[in-house]
């Protein structure tokens, strides 16, 4: 019995003191939900947005307001404390309603806010809760345009807080942190302040500070009786464990605000860390004395199927994988993220350069202006504990809209020019009023007009974005440009802020090109990459573009609207390149035989298996079906082996030091396709020299070849490209298909595809797409005596098989459209051992873009 009341006693005790400490709840369960104009609604959970399908159909998605509600119960106990609801962000304008009575208003949509609703609450009763959030273009809004999309929603956690009467400040910019300064750091001291505002100021109110080591040991207490608002402490750590991506050493901190009874009223935890670092002009990136190259990516917050309404766990598991790869520099682009970001990176050991969304143009308004200050301000006083942090950015290819506007006036540009300086200047300034210890940067595209302009002068430090041997050719032009930028401005740090082209991990080949998509020239372009930049001791570092491929609903690459320039893919599986990185960057063996997604080797006579494994070693070996033991030396963190293999399936497995890595692989030679077609059909992905594997199926399409010594292939024509310079066919994204890849390359010009098979039954399956959306879809036989006169660009040819007339006048434009997958069959008998497929032109040059042949 004695023990049953000390329990119930301790419990009492627990309870009291949990109901006077600061209580914090989420609140993201079972809220309505429904669009603007909309009579449906729906049950949903946050984080939500109600783009995560639409931005990636057609091209397009809502933009406009979404309206959340839901009845919460106040108790009646909660009426002599204060309520507020914390928003971790919500995009982009944002109003809520406490009982039909508005409690606040917030602009932007990549930071936090807080609301008090104490006074528009009914204490022990239901209150009805509504928010509206819009995020329809706002001109005065940043960001106006960019590569990514623009998710409407509640999309990050929602929290509801409990103070005392008396509290520290959550209101405001910086949305209830409390500042952490570390305004002196070396090896021997390091200085600390702790400052922030108190609400409710009563008589006989201390705060109680506590700091623990990065153990968990205690370190520091003070106290201190609070006479005003505003409060500060100051305090020394001898001999501090600094931090760093090695040692990512993380100390705590605790405040207490305690009434004159000793009642604890409100709290406030947080971590920080002590280090000091520059950016040196020749030495690079020094972090507590030492230089340290930064290596990492870029990253977008938003995730396959759910945009940008991620859970924890998903940011959580980013930024280990990031950690893993052996990375040790993120950039948030383009925009602040999740508060759990910042608290992994700090753990992890991930130095962050974080930004604000003022991209790709400027308004020349006060409004612009001032929303783009206010997102600056928050954003640092938000963060500005995190250790982690070591850049606040501000701008990113701010003229690349000027730049590629071909009609705008003369005056239009001096304009925008001038208030995008004027706007940089304003930023740089109240990022340095606000932290003068940390660095500025700007993250520039490759133009004149940033050097031209000035604006390049402003901040710390120029990231340059940079995609040499993808929207500029030459990949070795990169070094030039490094040179030459450093040459002209010697006082300049530069990191290349942006590099990489775009890949499908359902594209590969063995002789990659710029612009095929291949998971190979991704491979190339990056060590490529690393090798001119770590070739160069001035510069600071480089973070690739993208870790993960990401929504942009204006994209129409091989993967319609999604950017693929990711390490990983929109689902976090990884690319090859990926392990790459690990070869390049991790100190402990690693060993990845690369080709994941390239286990079917097509073969002529005199080809070998070309085989890369990735390694931090200088040599390896590769184990070929447990017997046969290759050696071959690394370069660049490559080995590279040429297997003369049988055909079938082969197992392979690669040796480095003690890692160990083991793939299987099937070696099918391509003389035997057509023995074998009654088996399995022959897919041809013509005017392509890549193979295209379907993700649904795993059915693989061959590269294309000439019928000249081949039992089969093309006679005639070439490939069709788009641009001379760039594109390997067409980057459009094509309708009514999700094999955009097949379609996206073909052969045109051609005079036919001839397969050499014996008499019999096949059907053949013809794959088409008009890729110039200038030809006309007019029917020329409809014109009478005035054909000869048609300016217009005309496509329309005939199609015989084995002389037989199967398809007259085909015009895929008047037929079926333009950018539209087009697929016909043919059943067809043959009585010769040759199957011919010719393409007649009427008008302009026929094409072709895929082949199946299958045997009946």
Same mark, same amino acid.
């Given at each position: 019995?004695?023990?049953?009341?000390?329990?119930?006693?301790?419990?009492?005790?627990?309870?009291f003191?949990?109901?006077?400490?600061?209580?914090?709840?989420?609140?993201?369960?079972?809220?309505?939900?429904?669009?603007?104009? #909309?009579?449906?609604?729906e049950?949903?959970?946050?984080?939500?947005?109600?783009?995560?399908?639409d931005?990636?159909?057609?091209?397009?998605?809502?933009?406009?307001?979404?309206?959340?509600?839901?009845?919460?119960?106040?108790?009646?106990?909660w009426?002599?404390?204060?309520?507020?609801?914390?928003f971790?962000?919500?995009?982009?304008?944002?109003?809520?309603?406490?009982?039909?009575?508005?409690?606040?208003?917030?602009?932007?949509?990549?930071?936090?806010?807080?609301?008090?609703?104490?006074?528009?609450?009914?204490?022990?009763?239901?209150n009805?809760?509504?928010?509206?959030?819009?995020?329809?273009?706002?001109?005065d809004?940043?960001?106006?345009?960019?590569?990514?999309?623009?998710?409407?929603?509640? *999309?990050?956690?929602?929290?509801?807080?409990?103070?005392?009467?008396?509290?520290?400040k959550?209101?405001?910019?910086?949305?209830?942190?409390?500042?952490?300064?570390?305004?002196?750091?070396?090896?021997?001291?390091?200085?600390?302040?702790?400052?922030?505002?108190?609400?409710?100021?009563s008589?006989?109110?201390?705060?109680?500070?506590?700091?623990?080591?990065?153990?968990?040991?205690?370190?520091?207490?003070?106290?201190?009786?609070?006479?005003?608002?505003?409060?500060?402490?100051?305090?020394?750590?001898?001999?501090?464990?600094?931090?760093?991506?090695?040692?990512?050493?993380?100390?705590?901190?605790?405040?207490?605000?305690?009434?004159?009874?000793?009642?604890?009223?409100?709290?406030?935890? #947080?971590?920080?860390?002590?280090?000091w670092?520059?950016?040196?002009?020749?030495?690079?990136?020094?972090?507590?004395?030492?230089?340290?190259?930064?290596?990492?990516?870029?990253?977008?917050?938003?995730?396959?199927?759910?945009?940008?309404?991620?859970?924890?766990?998903?940011?959580?598991?980013? *930024?280990?994988?990031?950690?893993?790869?052996?990375?040790?520099?993120?950039?948030?682009?383009?925009?602040?993220?999740?508060?759990?970001?910042?608290?992994?990176?700090d753990?992890?050991?991930?130095?962050?350069?974080?930004?604000?969304?003022?991209?790709?143009?400027?308004?020349?308004?006060?409004?612009?202006?001032?929303?783009?200050?206010?997102m600056?301000?928050?954003?640092?006083?938000?963060l500005?504990?995190?250790?982690?942090?070591?850049?606040?950015? *501000?701008?990113?290819?701010?003229?690349?809209?000027l @730049?590629?506007?071909?009609?705008?006036?003369?005056?239009?540009?001096?304009?925008?020019?001038?208030?995008?300086?004027?706007?940089?200047?304003? !930023?740089?300034?109240?990022?340095?009023?606000?932290?003068?210890?940390?660095?500025?940067?700007?993250a520039?595209?490759?133009?004149?007009?940033?050097n031209s302009?000035?604006?390049?002068?402003?901040?710390?430090?120029?990231?340059?974005?940079?995609?040499?041997?993808?929207?500029?050719?030459?990949?070795?032009?990169l070094?030039?440009? !490094?040179?030459?930028?450093?040459?002209?401005?010697?006082?300049?740090?530069?990191?290349?802020?942006?590099?990489?082209?775009?890949?499908?991990?359902?594209?590969?080949?063995?002789?990659?090109?710029?612009?095929?998509?291949?998971?190979?020239?991704?491979?190339?372009?990056?060590?490529?990459?690393?090798?001119? @930049?770590?070739?160069?001791?001035?510069?600071?570092?480089?973070?690739?573009?993208?870790f993960?491929?990401?929504?942009?609903?204006?994209?129409?690459?091989?993967?319609?609207?999604?950017?693929?320039?990711?390490? @990983?893919?929109?689902?976090r599986?990884?690319?090859?390149?990926?392990?790459?990185?690990?070869?390049? +960057?991790?100190?402990?063996?690693?060993?990845?035989?690369?080709?994941?997604?390239?286990?079917?080797?097509y073969?002529?006579?005199?080809?070998?298996?070309?085989?890369? @494994?990735?390694?931090?070693?200088?040599?390896?070996?590769?184990?070929?079906?447990?017997?046969?033991?290759?050696?071959a030396?690394?370069?660049?963190?490559?080995?590279?082996?040429?297997?003369? !293999?049988?055909?079938?399936k082969?197992?392979?497995?690669?040796?480095?030091?003690?890692?160990?890595?083991?793939?299987d692989?099937?070696?099918?030679f391509?003389?035997? +396709?057509?023995?074998?077609?009654?088996?399995?059909?022959?897919?041809?992905?013509?005017?392509?020299h890549?193979?295209?594997?379907?993700?649904q199926?795993?059915?693989?399409?061959?590269?294309?070849?000439?019928?000249?010594?081949?039992?089969?292939?093309?006679?005639?024509?070439?490939i069709?490209?788009?641009?001379? #310079?760039?594109?390997?066919?067409?980057?459009?994204?094509?309708?009514?298909?999700?094999?955009?890849?097949?379609?996206?390359t073909?052969?045109?010009?051609?005079?036919? *595809?001839?397969?050499?098979v014996?008499?019999?039954?096949?059907?053949?399956?013809?794959?088409?797409?008009?890729?110039?959306?200038?030809?006309?879809?007019?029917?020329?036989?409809?014109?009478?005596?005035?054909?000869?006169?048609?300016?217009?660009?005309?496509?329309?040819?005939?199609?015989?098989?084995?002389?037989?007339?199967?398809?007259?006048?085909?015009?895929?434009?008047?037929?079926?459209?333009?950018?539209?997958?087009?697929?016909?069959?043919?059943?067809?008998?043959?009585?010769?051992?040759?199957?011919r497929?010719?393409?007649?032109?009427r008008?302009?040059?026929?094409?072709?873009?895929?082949?199946?042949?299958?045997?009946?």
């Amino acid at each position: 019995m004695k023990i049953f009341n000390l329990l119930l006693l301790c419990h009492l005790f627990l309870s009291f003191g949990a109901q006077a400490q600061r209580q914090v709840k989420t609140m993201n369960s079972g809220w309505e939900f429904k669009l603007e104009n #909309s009579a449906e609604s729906e049950t949903v959970n946050i984080p939500h947005t109600w783009n995560a399908r639409d931005a990636f159909t057609k091209g397009q998605y809502f933009r406009g307001k979404g309206v959340y509600q839901k009845q919460i119960f106040i108790p009646q106990s909660w009426e002599e404390r204060k309520v507020f609801l914390k928003f971790e962000a919500a995009n982009q304008v944002t109003k809520l309603f406490v009982n039909d009575k508005l409690a606040g208003e917030h602009t932007g949509g990549y930071t936090a806010f807080v609301f008090e609703l104490s006074d528009k609450l009914k204490f022990g009763q239901e209150n009805q809760i509504r928010i509206e959030v819009d995020n329809s273009h706002d001109l005065d809004i940043p960001p106006l345009e960019a590569d990514f999309n623009f998710y409407g929603g509640i *999309y990050r956690d929602i929290k509801m807080i409990v103070t005392g009467k008396s509290h520290f400040k959550l209101t405001g910019e910086r949305a209830g942190n409390l500042l952490i300064k570390t305004p002196q750091v070396s090896r021997e001291k390091a200085r600390i302040t702790f400052e922030g505002e108190v609400e409710g100021i009563s008589k006989e109110l201390r705060i109680e500070l506590n700091i623990r080591d990065p153990k968990g040991e205690n370190l520091s207490s003070q106290k201190k009786d609070i006479t005003s608002k505003d409060f500060i402490f100051e305090l020394d750590i001898d001999q501090p464990n600094l931090w760093s991506p090695d040692n990512p050493n993380l100390y705590s901190l605790e405040a207490n605000l305690i009434d004159r009874d000793g009642k604890i009223l409100d709290s406030f935890t #947080s971590k920080f860390g002590c280090r000091w670092f520059k950016a040196d002009p020749e030495m690079g990136f020094i972090l507590n004395g030492k230089p340290i190259k930064l290596i990492g990516a870029n990253r977008h917050q938003d995730f396959e199927n759910m945009g940008n309404a991620v859970p924890n766990s998903i940011h959580q598991k980013d *930024y280990k994988m990031i950690k893993e790869m052996g990375a040790n520099f993120i950039r948030t682009a383009h925009y602040p993220q999740d508060p759990e970001v910042y608290r992994i990176c700090d753990e992890l050991g991930l130095l962050v350069w974080t930004e604000i969304p003022v991209i790709n143009d400027v308004t020349d308004t006060d409004a612009y202006h001032q929303n783009s200050i206010n997102m600056q301000r928050e954003q640092i006083l938000q963060l500005y504990n995190h250790p982690s942090i070591v850049f606040w950015g *501000y701008m990113n290819e701010i003229f690349i809209r000027l @730049v590629f506007t071909g009609n705008m006036s003369e005056a239009a540009r001096k304009a925008k020019i001038e208030t995008s300086v004027e706007l940089a200047k304003k !930023l740089e300034a109240e990022t340095k009023k606000l932290d003068s210890n940390r660095l500025s940067v700007m993250a520039l595209h490759e133009n004149e007009i940033y050097n031209s302009s000035k604006i390049a002068d402003i901040p710390d430090v120029i990231g340059w974005n940079l995609y040499f041997g993808w929207y500029t050719p030459g990949l070795e032009n990169l070094g030039k440009f !490094l040179d030459e930028q450093h040459k002209r401005f010697p006082d300049r740090p530069i990191l290349i802020s942006e590099y990489g082209p775009g890949s499908d991990s359902r594209i590969q080949t063995n002789t990659p090109k710029p612009w095929d998509y291949s998971e190979s020239y991704q491979l190339k372009s990056h060590v490529s990459y690393f090798n001119q @930049v770590l070739e160069r001791d001035y510069m600071l570092g480089m973070a690739a573009w993208n870790f993960a491929d990401f929504g942009s609903s204006g994209r129409q690459d091989s993967r319609p609207y999604i950017n693929q320039k990711g390490l @990983v893919n929109f689902n976090r599986e990884p690319k090859d390149i990926y392990h790459y990185y690990q070869a390049r +960057l991790l100190e402990e063996d690693f060993v990845y035989i690369a080709g994941k997604d390239f286990s079917s080797c097509y073969l002529n006579k005199i080809e070998n298996v070309a085989v890369k @494994v990735f390694s931090n070693s200088d040599e390896v070996a590769l184990i070929v079906d447990d017997n046969e033991k290759l050696k071959a030396q690394v370069k660049d963190n490559i080995a590279e082996f040429n297997l003369d !293999l049988p055909e079938g399936k082969h197992r392979l497995k690669a040796i480095s030091g003690k890692a160990e890595h083991q793939r299987d692989i099937e070696v099918i030679f391509r003389k035997n +396709l057509l023995a074998n077609i009654q088996k399995e059909p022959l897919r041809i992905n013509v005017g392509a020299h890549t193979y295209f594997t379907e993700e649904q199926t795993g059915e693989v399409w061959i590269r294309d070849q000439a019928f000249q010594g081949n039992q089969f292939g093309y006679s005639g024509g070439e490939i069709f490209q788009q641009s001379a #310079s760039k594109f390997q066919g067409t980057a459009s994204n094509i309708a009514l298909t999700d094999k955009e890849p097949l379609f996206q390359t073909m052969r045109e010009g051609l005079d036919s *595809y001839n397969f050499e098979v014996p008499a019999g039954n096949y059907r053949v399956s013809l794959f088409f797409t008009e890729p110039n959306r200038k030809v006309s879809a007019r029917n020329i036989y409809n014109l009478g005596s005035d054909a000869a006169e048609i300016k217009e660009e005309i496509r329309s040819f005939d199609i015989l098989i084995n002389d037989h007339l199967v398809e007259e006048d085909l015009n895929l434009a008047r037929d079926y459209g333009i950018l539209q997958a087009v697929e016909l069959n043919y059943e067809i008998s043959i009585e010769e051992d040759l199957l011919r497929i010719e393409f007649k032109p009427r008008n302009g040059k026929p094409l072709l873009s895929g082949i199946k042949l299958e045997k009946l």
